[in-house]
């Protein structure tokens, strides 16, 4: 029987560090602390840490039996060992930039990564691209980031409405991303001033059926946006509570006929990358609204992207 994972970063094993306890911690200083430590990691020795963890990591994924999966990969780290692992599914190069003057160089390199691993696809294993979140890609970005994925046919993910920091950003640009954005970062982008899931959608991004991860902060018209659009969602519970990001609607999800997955999200989130630990939490985190059986049905399914 197939066993799905639709979500890790492989390569931020060593940022276990950072992974918060049951208590919890709130989404922004998360990322930020998470950000600030991988920044000073670099070079060689980042390099040893990256292959370490995802040596590390395909291997528990062969002990836990999986057989598909998707991962996230800003370095690639992870494109030959996933290529080489007998797992199916899709590595996705990581986009992201805030500012303007940025676009031109990150979008250059990764356009390198995809070419030059996507000529070595192969065993059900393929390249793809991610656009980081709605609040760290710049506008301009977003538009010549999807026009690569669509002129290249690439695989597409995203990160969106995942924390209500976003949430509160992207429709009302208040709470701590917006004071993040507009006074740390020098306001590189207006708030769009529309649900994350709308303004992915007026960027067109819905119209290329990306794998949506988290999808937390929605509602129920957000959903038949994402029906309506032959999307499909991730939901990786573990990591929600440890940022305090909340409940996913899976039940609107399933309502509306959406394709929904389980992924573990990284290490630096969720406590190990063992989807069947996953799926006991969503057990009990949908409990009395969602059935096991429907929950285990989210992981017994290869990948339909
Ligand atoms: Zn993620």
Aim: glycine fraction near 6%; proline fraction near 6%.
């Amino acid at each position: 029987m197939p066993l799905t994972n639709a979500h890790t970063h492989l390569e931020l094993g060593w940022l276990n560090e950072v992974c918060p306890d049951e208590n919890g911690r709130d989404f922004l200083p998360w990322l930020i602390d998470l950000t600030e430590r991988w920044n000073k990691m670099a070079g060689c020795y980042a390099q040893v840490l990256y292959h370490k963890a995802v040596e590390s990591a395909i291997q528990s994924l062969h002990d836990a039996g999986v057989t598909h999966l998707t991962d996230i990969s800003a370095t690639a780290a992870s494109m030959k060992p996933l290529l080489e692992s007998g797992l199916q599914g899709v590595i996705y190069v990581e986009l992201l930039g805030y500012h303007s003057t940025e676009i031109d160089r990150r979008l250059n390199m990764a356009r390198y990564l995809v070419n030059e691993w996507r000529a070595q696809e192969r065993g059900g294993m393929r390249i793809g691209l991610t656009l980081h979140t709605p609040f760290t890609v710049h506008p301009a970005l977003w538009k010549r980031g999807l026009e690569f994925a669509r002129a290249e046919a690439l695989p597409l993910c995203i990160h969106v409405a995942e924390s209500p920091a976003e949430y509160d950003w992207a429709l009302h640009n208040r709470g701590p991303i917006a004071d993040y954005l507009n006074d740390l970062m020098g306001m590189p982008f207006a708030s769009p001033r529309k649900t994350p899931v709308q303004y992915l959608e007026d960027l067109g991004a819905l119209e290329l059926k990306p794998l949506l991860i988290h999808g937390v902060q929605v509602d129920e018209e957000d959903v038949k946006r994402i029906a309506a659009s032959g999307s499909s969602v991730v939901h990786c519970p573990r990591s929600n509570q440890r940022l305090r990001c909340g409940r996913m609607p899976l039940e609107l999800y399933l309502k509306h006929d959406v394709p929904v997955y389980l992924g573990t999200d990284s290490l630096a989130s969720a406590p190990s990358l063992d989807i069947r630990e996953e799926v006991e939490d969503a057990v009990a985190l949908h409990d009395g609204i969602v059935s096991r059986e429907s929950i285990e049905a989210l992981v017994n399914k290869p990948l339909g992207i």
